[in-house]
């Protein structure tokens, strides 16, 4: 596929995208493209939002791609190739890389960091090192950090907050022991990355790309910013309605630079369940849940763990989040800031999923009643997503 398509095929296509939504891929049935047809535009006008997009995987493969609403304030609309900021679901396609690494016995989950790192972790201290991924200094005076195993980085459970500058004083501290519960943290995945770069030599932007990317056809999915992203672009719009400029991210964060379309991200949803590339215990490994979660909500990072869980089947995966539903069991990765509202859901059960990505942090609001009109009532934890927040129901907007 072209990097961009020339820009006749895009003003001919516009019509149609912004009336009905531009749909790619063969569909599993016209009832469900109906269904959407009817139900995202519906769920836009109740929100607010802008610009949605979905892709839906079964038996391993697309079956649908469709694209409702704009991509930016002018009104060019939202197409399948549309560049999208990933946001974190950069680790659930960063966990797909780091199990290939295990596979190959190039790295261990239960082996220490130490272990791969060539000097001890806070001696790592100079400006470009803080500003690449996390000023690691701020750990000197406390040894848990050799305690730390990539599987507590990938399940969130190395004690971090979930950034350094969240931190009074902007230094990185481990608030409980290694491994004993979840807190989710990017900085704990900026580590890991950090181990494989500077113990393992290896370049995270560039093997992505050539392990996982390529291979799937995904011509429109970096871990840096590509110029020639920019003429089919999609800005954020935020909880005010206000637009926000694409960042162009000029460093690979495996916390969360993936830039990518709704199609290429649809690519990525079937290549897991199918586990390409992955042995099946690779596999299995990396979408089962490997430690409990017993908090309210994932935000704030650092809570206190319930006495009783509210949501018992809910557990950490690597770089995934799993859970036991009535469908059985299933994994799923959210994604979020300020503009921007992702969400990717796949059952194990006729290897079915459902990725969303959404230009506009409104559409969160209607992730819920959208993922039940194509996969049935899953036993996602919303709540512990997304907290208080009050969705979008269809009856409602009738």
């Known amino acids: 596929m072209a990097r961009h398509q020339p820009h006749f095929i895009a003003t001919a296509l516009a019509g149609l995208c912004l009336l009905s939504g531009c749909v790619t891929g063969a569909p599993r049935g016209q009832n469900l493209a109906g269904t959407l047809d009817t139900l995202v535009p519906a769920a836009m006008t109740a929100t607010g939002a802008r610009g949605v997009a979905i892709a839906v995987v079964s038996d391993g493969k697309v079956t649908l791609t469709k694209t409702y609403g704009v991509r930016n304030a002018a009104g060019d609309p939202l ?88 931190e009074p004083d902007g230094k990185l501290r481990i608030h409980f022991d290694p491994g004993e519960r979840y ?12 181990v ?82 992955l042995s099946p215990k690779a596999r299995q490994e990396m979408v089962k849940g490997q430690l409990p979660i017993s908090t309210k909500t994932q935000f704030p990072s650092l809570q206190t763990p319930l006495e009783q869980a509210p949501f018992p089947t809910l557990s950490a995966g690597l770089g995934v989040i799993a859970f036991n539903g009535p469908q059985g069991p299933g994994f799923y990765k959210g994604g979020h800031n300020d503009t921007t509202g992702n969400t990717w859901i796949c059952l194990e059960a006729g290897r079915k999923c459902v990725v969303l990505l959404a230009n ?39």
């Open 360 to 398: 506009d942090v409104r559409a969160e609001a209607a992730f819920p009643a959208i993922v039940q009109a194509v996969l049935g009532e899953t036993g996602v934890p919303w709540a512990w997503e997304y907290g208080d927040m009050k969705f979008f129901r269809p009856s409602a907007a009738k």
């Open 79 to 166: 197409a399948p190739d549309t560049i999208m900021y990933g946001a974190s679901l950069t680790k659930a396609a960063f966990g797909y890389f780091v199990m290939q690494l295990v596979d190959e016995g190039k790295l261990d989950l239960d082996t220490t960091i130490d272990h791969y790192l060539p000097q001890p972790l806070p001696s790592y201290d100079s400006e470009s090192d803080a500003n690449r991924y996390v000023p690691w200094a701020g750990l000197a005076e406390d040894g848990r950090w050799r305690k730390i195993t990539p599987r507590m980085l990938l399940t969130h459970s190395a004690g971090f907050h979930n950034f350094a500058f969240l």
């Open 183 to 194: 807190a989710y943290s990017g900085a704990g995945i900026l580590l890991l990355q950090f």
């Open 196 to 277: 494989l770069e500077r113990g393992l030599g290896l370049d995270v932007g560039a093997e992505m790309q050539r392990r996982i990317f390529d291979p799937q056809g995904m011509t429109r999915t970096s871990l840096i910013w590509r110029t020639d992203f920019r003429p089919n672009l999609a800005n954020g719009f935020g909880q005010d309605g206000q637009v926000e400029e694409h960042d162009e991210r000029s460093k690979v964060r495996a916390s969360g630079s993936m830039d990518t379309t709704i199609e290429d991200m649809g690519k990525l949803a079937a290549a897991y369940v199918r586990g390409d590339k």
